[in-house]
């Protein structure tokens, strides 16, 4: 039979230590929370904890300053040396062009008319404002091709010997043409080229004045011999 009592609730050791966790943890979480809540600081525009607003923005305006012209925020005591080390216009020693000083070596570098530059035909230097009528002049210039004997444009070169064979197409037509007129009928035979001849007229009379030489050293030895 069920009691006359008022119902009870029992709960064991376990469960008890399982709520006390829970609730630990919900507080620390509501507590993340409200130290994630941020304010503005009007002197620098940067988000700040609420918690620290009061405090950074003591320190900010009492030691900071917003620069002007690019807005970042730089010592109060340094203002002056940022100005002059980013801002202040100074001249090319190039070209006189006058800018800021934070991008003037950017400017001698990469974009000054007056900067030396190097033709890509013949390396040599010159101010990049004179490169482009210089290469246009330079690199119609031609250069005899040691592979195939032809005359290419510097500004063909490289296109020329990735697909050179080394061998000309006028000395490959002009064989041709040579050989062809040979066979036809009727054509007059190849006579040997003039070095051929000479060359041949030569050996005849170095080999007779070999063989005068010889006759004239035997006679003469023949004679000492008899003499004897």
Do not use: W
Not at 23 to 40: G, H, P
Not at 66 to 74: A, H, L, S
Not at 98 to 119: D, F
């Amino acid at each position: 039979m069920y009691g006359s009592g008022p119902p009870t609730c029992t709960v064991n050791r376990a469960e008890e230590v399982c709520f006390t966790r829970g609730t630990t943890s919900l507080y620390r979480e509501m507590a993340i929370a409200s130290e994630e809540i941020t304010n503005i600081c009007s002197h620098c525009d940067k988000a700040i904890p609420s918690s620290n607003i009061d405090l950074h923005f003591a320190h900010c305006s009492r030691n900071l300053e917003k620069c002007k012209i690019c807005g970042d925020m730089v010592p109060k005591k340094y203002a002056e040396e940022h100005f002059l080390n980013t801002h202040a216009l100074v001249a090319c020693s190039l070209c006189s062009e006058t800018m800021e000083r934070e991008v003037l070596a950017i400017h001698k570098v990469e974009n000054c008319p007056q900067r030396i530059v190097t033709c890509e035909f013949c390396e040599f230097p010159l101010p990049a404002i004179d490169l482009a009528e210089h290469q246009e002049v330079c690199g119609n210039r031609t250069e005899l091709c040691h592979l195939c004997n032809k005359y290419i444009r510097l500004r063909e070169r490289y296109n020329h010997e990735t697909r050179c064979t080394g061998v000309s197409d006028n000395i490959v037509g002009s064989s041709r043409d040579v050989r062809e007129a040979e066979g036809a009928p009727g054509a007059p035979i190849r006579q040997p080229h003039d070095y051929s001849r000479r060359r041949l007229l030569f050996t005849i009379a170095i080999t007779g004045i070999a063989v005068i030489l010889g006759s004239l050293l035997f006679q003469r030895k023949t004679e000492n011999n008899q003499v004897h």
